[in-house]
């Protein structure tokens, strides 16, 4: 009799994904599964169905070589090209590949999981250019998996405890045999009734459901330190989702973002920004006022400043990550021109302009004469 497609066995598409899958198995196996259904031949076939399915689908090795070459994957002697000379594999590769264990009968699968970490998780947390710089101190609030107070994270209704499973006897492990033409191979695989636990817990808390925890919102006050840029990330360990099995909580990883300056652009701990001046100050020089993150300070600029020049403020950037330096700023001097002139500007203007013409003329001059005395000087000798 030809198999069911392990896709259709559990009811998901050909591109679901591993959540999906494993939530349809969990799904199927708890309907058909036989303490829940004694005596029942039909379910415990359909049972055995679904463990099978999943057995290949919840395995991305195994899937990919499903959805390549479908159930022959898993039957002797098939495979890619009909693994003319193996494909490159060795010889027992091909068996633990296909079989899950080696040659000549020796047993291979997972032993019963112990305690797992929890999730880390990421919260985006936005600060204003200036709390970048200096540092601040924020509460965030987030939810995070915490263990079950009213099961202390059994999982069992509060006054129950969970029984062992009857389809691995409490062991977690489950064995599978086939018959090839290279002789009897047996498999151990995690018993997919119980998720290898070995046991089932057939009072479930009401407020966990069974899983030994739950979500909570939780409220954390989180410093950010001066200096921290756009993208970096501040971790806090043991503050992300409760480990199961008594494993250790994941971290909390708080991804900052800074918000743009109205006047500043940062690159590393150095500032940048165009300080625009007037034409008469950058000619004649002068005193003026300049922004900084700690305030305004008086800056001198040296007569005949040219538009584009640069000017250092030494320490007066970002203070550096974790360190006691800042960086520097760097004022651009933008000349502004004015749009529109009113009569007396204009008239203003074309006195400074014939003004600097003559003296540019008279200064031609005094090169021409100076060429001609030194060419009577070369003549005469002189």
């Known amino acids: 009799m030809a198999k069911q497609d392990y896709y259709e066995v559990l009811g998901v598409s050909r591109d679901a994904s591993e959540d999906e899958i494993k939530r349809a198995f969990r799904k199927k196996a708890k309907e058909c599964h036989p303490d829940i259904n004694p005596g029942d ?5 359909k049972f055995k169905e679904i463990n099978e399915a999943y057995e290949v689908l919840g395995d991305s090795q195994k899937r990919r070589q499903y959805d390549q070459f479908g159930h022959a994957a898993f039957e002797a002697g098939a495979g890619a090209g009909g693994f003319d000379g193996f494909g490159g594999f060795g010889f027992e590769d091909v068996f633990d590949s296909f079989f899950g264990g080696s040659i000549f009968g020796s047993r291979s699968g997972r032993q019963r999981r112990g305690p797992v970490r929890g999730r880390d998780i990421r919260f985006d ?3 204003e250019f200036e709390e970048a710089a200096a540092g ?20 069992a209704r509060k006054g129950t405890d969970a029984v062992a499973c009857t389809v691995c006897n409490g062991t ?8 090839t033409v290279f002789g009897r191979f ?55 989702d409760a480990g199961a099995k ?9 991804v900052v973002h ?54 250092r403020l030494k320490g007066k950037g970002i203070k550096h990550l974790n360190r006691n330096m800042y960086g520097d700023l760097y004022v651009q001097v933008n000349v502004r021109v004015p749009k529109k002139l009113t009569a007396e500007q204009r008239q203003a203007l074309e006195k400074f ?30």
């Open 41 to 45: 031949k039909v379910a415990e076939h």
């Open 353 to 382: 302009d014939r003004l600097l013409s003559s003296e540019k003329a008279g200064h031609e001059k005094h090169k021409k004469d100076k060429k001609i005395i030194d060419k009577v000087k070369d003549v005469f000798g002189g």
């Open 136 to 155: 601040v101190k924020r509460d965030i609030e987030y939810q995070r998996t915490e263990r079950c107070l009213e099961c202390d994270g059994s999982g």
């Open 258 to 311: 800074v918000k743009p300056h109205r006047l500043f652009k940062r690159r590393d701990y150095d500032l940048f920004y165009e300080l625009p001046v007037s034409f008469a100050l950058a000619s004649m020089g002068g005193e003026i006022e300049i922004e900084t993150l700690a305030g305004k300070v008086r800056y001198k600029v040296p007569e005949g400043t040219q538009p584009g020049t640069t000017f």
């Open 246 to 254: 008594g494993g250790p909580p994941g971290d909390l990883r708080i």
């Open 172 to 179: 977690g492990q489950v064995e599978t045999a086939q018959n």
């Open 186 to 240: 047996v498999n151990v695989t995690e018993c997919h009734a119980c998720n290898g636990e070995g046991r089932i817990i057939k009072e479930p808390c009401p407020k966990c459901r069974g899983q030994g925890r739950v979500r909570r919102r939780r409220t954390l006050s989180v410093s950010v330190p001066g200096g921290i840029d756009e993208g970096q990330v501040l971790s806090v360990a043991g503050e992300g």
């Open 125 to 127: 947390l936005t600060v």
